[in-house]
Nanobody, 119 residues
Framework: QVQLVESGGGLVQPGGSLRLSCAPS????????VSWYRQAPGKERELVAK?????????TYADSVKGRFTISRDNAKNTVYLQMNSLKPEDTAVYYC???????????WGQGTQVTVSS
């Protein structure tokens, strides 16, 4: 059974940084594109960043995080990362990852990791 395990969240002051990790159990990410999503209280889950499984791992980002967040993958470690810099209070949310096919997520959502940006 595949489980998605997100980690690295926490409480950080505005302007700070965090690095999130996504490591599945029972599955190899290598052949799939992977995306990070987030869901703030009272809001729908939204796509934050995506990394492909080919071409050196092309990336796309939501406009709200461009220039601040970087998604990357380490296939040897079967892990996808989200480096988040210059964090803002509006980045506060639970962050999730998932393998994707087109725009469709493949697996059941994991528990996510809470990111809170506050002074």
């Amino acid at each position: 059974q595949v489980q998605l395990v997100e980690s690295g969240g926490g409480l950080v002051q505005p302007g700070g940084s965090l690095r999130l990790s996504c490591a599945p159990s029972g599955f190899t990410f290598t052949r799939f594109a992977v995306s990070w999503y987030r869901q703030a209280p009272g809001k729908e889950r939204e796509l934050v960043a995506k990394i492909s499984n080919f071409g050196g791992g092309s990336t796309t980002y939501a406009d709200s995080v461009k220039g601040r967040f970087t998604i990357s993958r380490d296939n040897a470690k079967n892990t996808v990362y989200l480096q988040m810099n210059s964090l803002k209070p509006e980045d506060t949310a639970v962050y999730y990852c998932n393998a994707i096919a087109g725009s469709t997520v493949i697996f059941q959502w994991g528990q996510g990791t809470q990111v809170t940006v506050s002074s």
